[in-house]
């Protein structure tokens, strides 16, 4: 299996902020990463795919980048409703496989 | 395109949970079909899929349990575990993996969830 790792585990932030969440895969996936934000009670949403191909409907504040093992979600000028947790997760292999997660909370 | 989840929320341990997800709106004739879990409180665990021609990929640490079928005639997908511990104890969520196709590369990403649906192992 591939493990995902993200940092940091959570990160306190106040609206506007800029908000950057690493994901590092346990081997090379080129770019088959994608994002995902889930709110409690709730089923997670796609904001990334591919690395950095924004899913549509998703605000444009939310970028990705990186290919290879280093991934990286920002989210820019940091909105209310984006205060949640984030996963990444790999289809480059099966299993597919996700980060542990990433909460953001209001600082 | 909506997708629903329906099964018992209670399993007594040893016994098989089944699950079962509804996909309205759009043929169940394309794209993967997947069911991933979450434990309260902790994070997601890719459980298998099935491709419209009935193809299936399991994960391996579940892969002795599980079978995931398909009835297109219902535009429906199922979830069978068999044997089943406290540690299956999860919401359960059944998702669509749609392709982004182009310039030589092909990248999957889960666009359409269920909401989920809790299954707790208990006697």
């Known amino acids: 299996d591939i493990q995902m790792t993200q940092s940091p585990s959570s990160l306190s932030a106040s609206e506007g902020d800029r908000v950057t969440i690493i994901c590092r895969a346990g081997?090379?996936?080129?770019?088959?990463l994608n994002w995902y934000q889930q709110k409690p009670g709730k089923a997670p949403k796609v904001l990334i795919y591919?690395?950095?191909k924004l899913q549509s409907g998703v605000p444009s504040r939310f970028t990705g980048s990186g290919s290879g093992a280093e991934f990286t979600l920002t989210i820019s000028n940091l909105q209310p409703e984006d205060f949640a947790t984030y996963y990444c997760?790999?289809?480059?292999?099966?299993?597919?496989?996700f980060g542990q997660g990433t909460k953001v909370d209001i600082k | 395109v909506q997708l629903q989840e329906s099964g018992p929320g209670l399993v007594k341990p040893s016994e098989t949970l089944s699950l079962t997800c509804s996909v309205s709106?759009?043929?169940?004739?394309?794209?993967?079909w997947t069911w991933i879990r979450q434990p309260p409180g902790n994070g997601l665990e890719w459980i298998g899929n099935?491709?419209?021609?009935?193809?299936?990929n399991y994960n391996p640490s579940l892969k002795s349990r599980v079978l995931i079928s398909m009835d297109t005639s219902r535009n429906q997908f199922s979830l069978e575990l068999t044997s089943v511990t406290a540690a299956d104890t999860a919401v359960y969520y059944c998702?669509?993996?749609?392709?982004?196709?182009?310039?030589?590369?092909?990248?999957?990403?889960?666009?359409?969830w269920g909401q989920g649906t809790l299954v707790t192992v208990s006697s």
């Open positions: 998702a669509r993996e749609a392709p982004d196709c182009g310039g030589g590369s092909c990248y999957g990403r889960f666009d359409l």
């Open positions: 709106s759009d043929s169940i004739s394309s794209y993967y």
């Open positions: 099935i491709y419209y021609i009935g193809s299936t």
């Open positions: 081997q090379n996936i080129g770019k088959n």
């Open positions: 591919g690395a950095s």
């Open positions: 997760q790999q289809n480059y292999s099966i299993p597919q496989t």
